[in-house]
């Protein structure tokens, strides 16, 4: 059995890979949708890239192995995720198209930035999840790094409606974000499935009132594609992520995002990396490996709890099992009351007040 110290390094390494392989897969899709906006509007080419996710996440569930060790969604769970479709898939994506009508393009991609600083605001202040110090430094390095991979030169107009617009988009995401942790303990494609469906159909149903533009067959197809890996692959990973590191630390993670994109732009769009793409890359490297190396520890209390996700056999988990089984595996399970000391992060077992960081 693995120590609480080895478990969980292993968690925060694997859930950092999960988080960084979700942030390069939908900063993919910024330079591809470039390619395909001249023919189709915002909302329509959202729409079918969500309804793409889904669809691929469909096709895949059933040959997924580890899918079977995964906690279905079950009925308890339908006004979590309702929530998550209206809040991700409804409430921000029209007020981003209307607040950025009344802003200019910088000011837009500046104030969209938001989205990170809220959802940690939210899973701190709310949600009970802990940054140190040196991780708030990490996280600062990481947003910083995206406000100035945003800033160029051009004239900053925004209204107050504006500003209140995109700002209420960004707030939108932060309690889609957050809600979407309380579901990483269920099976991370099932989840990404009903989201992406959700809200595929919300902008579809939006994008057909308005008579939006939509891609011509062939751009349709390869839009549908996209979306089967920048948004159905990247947003179960990104669940997989937030279950082992929480919803604070993902979004620093996934922030990394536009300068992932911007990377490759390079060679689908032909562009040129400058001085602020490179010093966007020295900044989110240095918070990625902050929040990599940061080692949290304290003794802490873990209440009696009783729940359902994947797990393997450690110290959270040392129950007793009829026969032989195969780990990882899902199954309702009871945690007793325990006390004990060891590094760890704001995952599913480690919500838990802190009198002061460490």
Same mark, same amino acid.
């Given at each position: 059995?693995p &120590?609480? *110290?080895?478990?969980?390094? !292993?968690?925060?390494i694997?859930?950092?890979?999960? %988080?960084?392989?979700a942030?390069?897969?939908f900063?993919? &899709?910024?330079?591809?949708?470039?390619v395909?906006?001249?023919?189709?509007?915002p909302l329509?080419?959202a729409?079918?890239f969500y309804?793409?996710?889904?669809?691929?996440l469909?096709?895949v569930?059933?040959f997924?192995?580890s899918?079977d060790a995964?906690?279905p969604? /079950?009925?308890a769970d339908?006004?979590?995720v309702?929530a998550?479709?209206a809040f991700?898939g409804?409430?921000?994506?029209?007020l981003?198209?209307?607040?950025?009508?009344?802003?200019?393009?910088?000011a837009? !991609?500046?104030? #969209?930035?938001?989205?990170g600083?809220?959802?940690?605001?939210?899973?701190?202040?709310?949600? /009970?999840?802990?940054?140190g110090r040196?991780?708030l430094?990490?996280?600062?390095?990481?947003?910083?790094?995206?406000a100035l991979?945003?800033?160029g030169? %051009?004239?900053l107009?925004?209204?107050?409606?504006?500003?209140a617009?995109?700002?209420g988009a960004?707030?939108?995401w932060?309690i889609?974000?957050? #809600?979407?942790?309380?579901?990483?303990?269920?099976?991370?494609i099932?989840?990404? /499935?009903a989201k *992406?469906l %959700?809200?595929?159909?919300?902008?579809l149903?939006?994008a057909?009132?308005?008579?939006?533009a939509?891609p011509?067959?062939?751009?349709?197809?390869?839009?549908?594609a996209?979306?089967?890996?920048?948004?159905g692959?990247?947003?179960?990973?990104?669940l997989?992520?937030?279950r082992?590191?929480?919803?604070?630390?993902?979004?620093?993670?996934?922030?990394?995002?536009?300068?992932i994109?911007?990377?490759?732009?390079v060679?689908?769009?032909?562009? /040129?990396?400058?001085?602020a793409?490179?010093t966007t890359?020295?900044l989110?490297? %240095?918070?990625?490996?902050?929040?990599?190396r940061?080692?949290?520890?304290h003794?802490?209390?873990?209440?009696?709890?009783?729940h359902?996700?994947?797990?393997?056999?450690?110290?959270?988990?040392?129950h007793?099992?009829?026969g032989?089984?195969?780990?990882?595996? &899902?199954?309702?399970?009871?945690?007793v009351a325990?006390?004990?000391d060891?590094?760890?992060? !704001?995952d599913?077992h480690?919500?838990h007040?802190?009198?002061?960081? &460490?």
């Open positions: 059995m &120590s609480p *110290t080895e478990s969980t390094r !292993s968690a925060v694997r859930g950092a890979v999960a %988080g960084l392989i942030a390069a897969l900063g993919a &899709s910024a330079p591809l949708a470039k395909l906006l001249p023919n189709a509007s329509a080419l729409a079918v309804l793409g996710g889904g669809l691929a469909t096709l569930h059933p997924m192995r899918s995964e906690a969604l /079950r009925r339908l006004p979590m309702l998550t479709i991700g409804m409430v921000g994506p029209v981003m198209l209307i607040g950025l009508g009344r802003v200019s393009a910088v837009g !991609s500046l104030l #969209l930035n938001l989205e600083p809220l959802t940690i605001l939210l899973a701190v202040a709310v949600f /009970r999840e802990h940054l040196r991780e430094g990490g996280v600062a390095g990481i947003l910083g790094g995206a991979l945003t800033w030169p %051009g004239e107009h925004a209204d107050p409606l504006g500003i617009l995109l700002a960004c707030a939108s932060a889609d974000n957050n #809600l979407s942790q309380k579901l990483s303990a269920r099976d991370p099932a989840v990404a /499935r *992406t %959700g809200a595929g159909s919300c902008m149903v939006l057909l009132l308005t008579r939006q939509f011509p067959p062939l751009q349709l197809a390869g839009a549908l996209i979306g089967g890996l920048s948004y692959a990247s947003i179960a990973l990104h997989r992520a937030m082992t590191l929480g919803a604070a630390r993902q979004a620093a993670l996934f922030a990394t995002a536009p300068f994109g911007a990377l490759l732009a060679p689908i769009a032909g562009e /040129r990396l400058g001085i793409e490179i890359g020295v989110m490297a %240095g918070g990625v490996a902050i929040l990599l940061e080692r949290h520890a003794e802490h209390v873990h209440e009696a709890l009783e359902d996700h994947a797990h393997e056999h450690d110290d959270h988990h040392a007793a099992h009829e032989e089984v195969t780990e990882p595996h &899902s199954h309702v399970h009871a945690h325990l006390t004990h060891h590094p760890h992060v !704001s599913l480690h919500r007040d802190h009198a002061q960081d &460490s």
